[in-house]
């Protein structure tokens, strides 16, 4: 039987923050007693979720990121600091600023480092 953790177990401190933040600019000019009732769901619940000390179960996730226009997947991405690659590789990497392109290409030598190494470790104990 798999077991899903729920997301407030998991998420780290800083997805915390950015939930806060996302739903504060979500709620915009409205009290939070207004966005909440929009929402359908209790200010004392919306306040806990700007804290960061509760976050929202998976339907709710839902309904913020239809305020916000995305995808839950792409707000879930976006609580985790990561973002979701749509389109094509070329596409993604395109959109990539220099410093993350940087990063993608020190990633992909290690892998292939390792790879290398891996298949001359095979050789070495094949030839004994």
Request: aromatic content about 6%; cysteine-free; glycine content about 8%.
């Amino acid at each position: 039987m798999i077991v899903f953790e729920p997301i407030s177990t998991v998420l780290d401190e800083d997805g915390k923050k950015r939930l806060g933040e996302i739903v504060r600019k979500l709620r915009k000019n409205l009290t939070q007693k207004e966005f909440a009732s929009s929402l359908g769901i209790g200010q004392s619940t919306l306040s806990m979720w700007e804290s960061g000390k509760v976050t929202p179960d998976l339907e709710n996730l839902e309904k913020l990121a239809d305020v916000w226009g995305k995808t839950p997947e792409e707000f879930v991405a976006y609580l985790y600091g990561r973002k979701l690659l749509s389109g094509s590789l070329f596409d993604a990497i395109d959109s990539m600023s220099a410093n993350e392109l940087a990063e993608l290409q020190l990633l992909i030598s290690r892998q292939m480092v390792a790879k290398i190494n891996k298949v001359g470790e095979k050789s070495n104990s094949h030839a004994l």
